[in-house]
């Protein structure tokens, strides 16, 4: 079996781009800020996180290789710049949410990355179905890792500033 140096040199990118994010998630974690945050019941243990982002930048390089095989034609370009600003978002992630500790600009930066890659998903569908099947993982990965995120920062920040806004809701008052 041949793997084609096409295919190495797409995953060695979306990998490096991975890594990139390394040393703002190992400085949280050594520090203890992560490990003090609330976090909900289904959040997965730390351990779960580093395969599952090397599968899932794996993929990612796949469907690199795909697009990139059709960068001569206006949808194979278009798909390009989805996937390249769904992998930026997936780097800034980590330094947002763990470089600057900021679970509300972590989960801004979840929301626009899950957006991003329904993008490069509707994409790259037009030029490659098998580059839209490889991001299909990304995309339920990164649905669920938001709502993670939502859910920290709702127990850090949101969760008391929704409950002290309770019963202040415009309306019309019902006779009781």
Do not use: C
Not at 125 to 154: C, E, H, K, Q
Request: hydrophobic share 45%; glycine share 10%; proline share 5%.
């Amino acid at each position: 079996m041949t793997i084609e140096r096409s295919l190495i040199a797409s995953i060695a990118v979306t990998e490096l781009a991975g890594l990139l994010g390394v040393p703002a998630t190992r400085d949280a974690m050594k520090s203890g800020w992560y490990d003090g945050l609330r976090k909900p019941s289904f959040a997965p243990p730390e351990y779960v996180y580093g395969p599952a982002w090397t599968l899932l930048y794996g993929l990612q390089g796949y469907a690199l290789r795909e697009l990139w095989r059709r960068r001569d034609t206006p949808d194979g370009r278009r798909a390009l710049v989805a996937f390249a600003t769904q992998l930026a978002l997936n780097v800034a992630w980590s330094k947002v949410f763990f470089g600057h500790r900021s679970t509300r600009g972590g989960l801004v930066t979840a929301v626009a990355l899950l957006a991003a890659v329904a993008w490069t998903i509707e994409r790259s569908r037009r030029v490659s179905s098998g580059a839209a099947a490889a991001m299909l993982p990304n995309a339920a990965w990164v649905g669920f890792a938001t709502a993670v995120t939502g859910a920290i920062d709702y127990l850090e920040h949101g969760g008391r500033a929704i409950e002290s806004q309770r019963g202040r809701v415009a309306g019309p008052t019902l006779p009781g």
